[in-house]
Every structure is written in structure tokens, then in C-alpha cells.
């Protein structure tokens, strides 16, 4: 299953050095990195579709989730904070969880 992970890696990686402004693929290769416990190459796929799209709710979530993880509890809440739209019932659940961390 571990080569599956790496060669899905390698993959979008060569479709990302093609279109490197592609948000898709590069939150593709972010879950993949968080499902192997690689964080920070997962805040960096994040962190580009953020530079592509600041408003981009789901990469906030999904980094606001990166961060609970690693424990970044601040950034975590500000970035759940931000991706939440009028019915985003995750990034809701997220951001209580969160609030319950940070006491």
C-alpha cells in the first residue's frame, strides 16, 4: 500500500511541474503527504493553492486540520475560522474541536 502512496507521489508531482497552478492535483498530493504523516510537505501544497486562491475554503480547512494536528492550535482556529461558508458542517466540527484543544 506504502508504494501505491509514493508512486501517486511521483505522479502528481510530474503533473504539477506541468501545471503548477493546478489546485486539484496539488490538494491531491497534500492528502496523500498527510496520510503518510508528512505535514509539512502538506502545509506546502496548501500553502501554494492558498497563494493561487487565498479564499480557497477547502485548502483552509484542510490546512486549519494540518494544523490541529501538529497541535498549532491558533493557526488552526484562524484558518477553520476563515474556510467556514454558510453550511460547512466539517470546518464547524473542526473549529469546536479546536476550541475544546485550546482549554
Known amino acids: 500500500m506504502l508504494g501505491r502512496y509514493r ?6 508531482t510530474k503533473f504539477i511541474i506541468i501545471e503548477p497552478k493546478n489546485n486539484k492535483a496539488l490538494m491531491y498530493r497534500r492528502q496523500v503527504y498527510y496520510i503518510l504523516c508528512r505535514y509539512e510537505e502538506s502545509f506546502v501544497d496548501l500553502n501554494k493553492v492558498l497563494n493561487i486562491d487565498p479564499k480557497h475554503a477547502k ?7 494540518v494544523y490541529f494536528t ?4 491558533k493557526e488552526s ?6 474556510s467556514l461558508e454558510p453550511d460547512n458542517a466539517v470546518a464547524l466540527g473542526s473549529q469546536g474541536q479546536t476550541y475544546y484543544m485550546l482549554n
Open 77 to 82: 482556529l484562524a484558518d477553520l475560522s476563515r
Open 7 to 12: 508512486e501517486l507521489i511521483e505522479h502528481l
Open 70 to 73: 501538529v497541535k498549532r492550535y
Open 59 to 65: 485548502a483552509l480547512r484542510h490546512r486549519g486540520q
